[in-house]
């Protein structure tokens, strides 16, 4: 491992303490981990690290409350106020109907925060919770004039999984597309451009655009990217995912860091002999 | 904070050097980030915005450190050669070129 200076600690230092992240459970790993990949870098490679840092978003389980109350608050600012039922659906596709997803762990918290949420979404007898496609198609199912179908997920990355959701309920035939409204805590914009092409309706808590392709002005964001093409190079080793799936240049972690995020943040590295743990490590726990 | 770790950050800081000593104390980099607030609240580095420096009551404070710190006795700066003393004989010890051979 390189040294690391002075003032790439007192930088850091400064981001997490400006963002609260000393605040958050884990934080010394992620900060241990940040300086040890920081060390394995350059000067043009650290400042771009730090300045995507400042704009990272870690978001943690115990935030999901206010986020989620964001969503509603913006449902009502929106007009989208069905006077009917409440479908709430989890985003996921039929192939992970056996699988536990992040649109899950939404709609059990959702049940918890209903009470906070702004009339009329505060009344639980208005919702019904609908747990897989396969079962909707066996329920009877049908949707009156005024009620409406929420999808819910932690994260829209490349909008994916969302088509390809939208795609399974469209073949059921039981939702009208005016009836979807598709609410996530955090979305790039190319999924809320899927949505809007499709004409359907959404809230989203947080907006964010690429990391780096968005952000810097031309000739700033050529250099940010070969920056970032040589970090990728020195500690990134899966091609897949150079600049997050589909090269989403994420900068996002929720409970789980979505591999839309650059992968500098969450994959782990070697660095001359040493395996490295990368700041906010992306684990899958394997199924029996 | 330990005289010792803020003798090394404030050596660090006045050579423009990296932490990478303070690691080899033991420190991680959360001590030392705590260590550097630390110093800069106690006035010892100034913080701007490129540049990160000693002030005035940094350098007086290397130069006492250095001057307490100093190691006058070669033996705690010079780390024996352990491998290389050979154990004291024994006054009746017969020398023989081959210990396991009783025989000429």
Redesign the interface.
Known sequence: M??????S??K??DIFSRKDWFQQLGH?QV??NF??LLACLNTEEKELMLELCDRYDWITFNSYGKYVQKLFEGLVSSGIVPSGKIYLFPLKSKEDRTTSKSGDTLVYMLQGFIHFLQPPFNQAGIYSIIEGLDRTSNLTFTMNKDDAFFVLDDFLGTGDSLLKVLEEIKQLGKVPIEKIVVLALVAHKNALAILDKLGIKYSVALVRDKGISDHYPEPQKTDKISAMQKIELKVTTKKKFQFGYKGSEGLVTMIKTPNNTFPVFWLPYKFGNAKLEPPFPRFQINKL | MMDKELHLLLSIVDKNAGVEVLIDQGLNYGNIAILIETAIKSGYIVSEESDIKLSGSGKEKLAELRGQLKKLDKDTWIERKKDAIITKLDPDFIYLPNQKELYF
């Open positions: 390189n040294d690391l200076d002075v003032k600690i007192i850091l230092h010394s900060h241990e300086c040890k």
